[in-house]
Each structure stands twice: as structure tokens, then as C-alpha cells.
């Protein structure tokens, strides 16, 4: 009897005790979940989005074509923003970047394609007379200021004027740039937007206002941008502000699962 009862006791011993440590053991799906759920955490939406401008701005080689990446960082939130408010068509993805900060004497309008990662091209571009000489120095939306207008535009229809072929722009920061259809800001062609003026005059000539390009490119430059994509001026004026640089809307537009993270 003795032994019997022994016998059923570490039967119970040894039951109770596999009941225990399967009631411990860890739960690997929910582990795994809290695992997950911690590594999307670590990468906070806007350092995706920032990743995603380097990324296209490496794969276009943009730093090669000397465009900063500060400012082409600028720009896309600009047109993201654009694209959130429904001011530029859903399917557009090209943007066009013109840094007045740097040299007439550099190429510095880039036209680029946000999907496909690809420089379209980069070519010099005019400012106007208003603003100064090689590097501008001031910027008006005032008519007949014959100044460039920094900010963010959006590309229009096209039509023959006094510069022949043309394209209209529509100015988008009120203050600084949503004058320029009164002013008839648009991009044409100009024989002055030339190596050649460079040579001869130590820098580009000066339109009245427009980015004019060079006769050589007007019509690809017309054709790739035209029928509302973003086109963004940049120039040292640190007055200047735009309600289309908020870094929050753009990332939402880009991650809108993950801007909250």
C-alpha cells in the first residue's frame, strides 16, 4: 500500500510540475509582435521621408549636377504639400528647382522626375534685372520691379508672346510670388541665356523677371514641365516663408500609415 501511495504521489509530483512550465512558457507570437511593433517605432516617419530625398537624390546624381541637397529637400516637401492641398495633379512627378543662390555662370535650373529617380536636365536659367547682377540680391512680387520672385509655382498652359512659345506660371506664396501672372512671369526662351553671354559678359543677361533659358532647351524645358507640375525658385532672402514647407504634411503624404509613429 505503501508503495502505491508513493507511486501516485510523484505521478502527481511530476504532472503538477509539467502543468507549471507549460503555463510559463513564452508567448513567441505576441513576442514577436512587440518585437515588430518596437522596430517600425525606431525609424520615426519623418527620418523615413528624409531617407526618401536622399535616396532620390542620390540615385539622380544630383550632388554631381551641383544641385544642394538642402535645397532640393526644400522643394520636394514644397510639392508634396501641393499635392496635398490638390493643387497639383495626382499624377505629376516631375519638379523643376532653380537655385538663384548660386552663380548665373552654373547651371543652375535641374528639372527632375521623382519616380523614376532621374535628372531630365540641368541648364542655365536667367533672373531678372531687378535683382542684380550675377548673384541675385533682391526679390519683389511688385510689377514692374523687373525682380525674380522666389517661391513655389505651378506650371500653366502654353502660348506664342513677344518671346514667342512661352509657359505660364501661377505663383503660390501670397507675398512673395502670387503677383506673377499679373506680372506676366513665365519661362521662354532668350538668346542672352547662352555660354556665350557668359564669355562676354562675365555672366548671364538678365530677363525682366522670368526664368528665361536658352533657345537650345526652351522646348524641352516647355514641353517636360508644362500642364501643372511644381516649379520651385530659391534665392538668399531669408524673409521668405512658405505655408507649403511644413515637413509634417509632406510626410503624411508620403507615410500616411506611419506619420503618427
Known amino acids: 500500500m505503501k508503495r502505491r501511495f508513493w507511486g501516485i504521489l510523484c505521478a502527481l509530483l511530476i504532472f503538477t510540475i509539467a502543468i507549471i512550465t507549460i503555463s510559463w512558457k513564452p508567448d513567441t507570437k505576441e513576442k514577436s509582435k512587440k518585437v515588430t511593433n518596437k522596430a517600425v517605432k525606431a525609424i520615426p516617419a519623418k527620418e523615413h521621408f528624409t531617407q526618401y530625398l536622399a535616396d ?26 501641393l499635392k496635398a492641398a490638390n493643387k497639383v495633379p495626382q499624377y505629376s512627378s516631375i519638379i523643376t528647382i532653380v537655385d538663384l543662390a548660386k552663380s548665373s555662370c552654373t547651371k543652375r535650373m535641374w528639372i527632375v522626375d521623382l519616380i523614376n529617380k532621374d535628372l531630365l536636365l540641368n541648364t542655365w536659367v536667367a533672373h531678372g534685372n531687378g535683382s542684380g547682377g550675377d548673384v541675385p ?84 524645358v516647355i514641353n517636360t514641365i508644362k500642364g501643372g507640375s511644381v516649379l520651385f525658385i530659391n534665392g538668399n532672402d531669408r524673409s521668405y516663408t512658405s505655408k507649403y514647407l511644413d515637413a509634417d504634411v509632406a510626410t503624411n503624404y508620403v507615410y500616411p500609415t506611419t506619420a503618427s509613429l
Open 56 to 81: 532620390i537624390y542620390n540615385s539622380a546624381q544630383l550632388n554631381e549636377a551641383g544641385l544642394d541637397l538642402a535645397v532640393f529637400q526644400k522643394a520636394v516637401t514644397g510639392y508634396f504639400n
Open 137 to 220: 540680391e533682391y526679390f519683389s512680387n511688385a510689377s514692374e520691379s523687373h525682380a525674380s520672385s522666389l517661391g513655389f509655382y505651378i506650371t500653366e498652359g502654353i502660348y506664342n508672346g513677344k518671346h514667342g512659345r512661352s509657359l505660364k506660371l501661377n505663383g503660390m506664396d501670397e507675398g512673395f510670388n502670387d503677383n506673377a501672372r499679373a506680372r506676366s512671369i513665365v519661362v521662354h526662351a532668350a538668346p542672352y541665356v547662352s555660354e556665350g553671354s557668359i564669355n562676354e559678359l562675365g555672366r548671364l543677361g538678365r530677363s525682366e523677371g522670368c526664368p528665361a533659358v536658352s533657345p537650345k532647351v526652351a522646348k524641352k
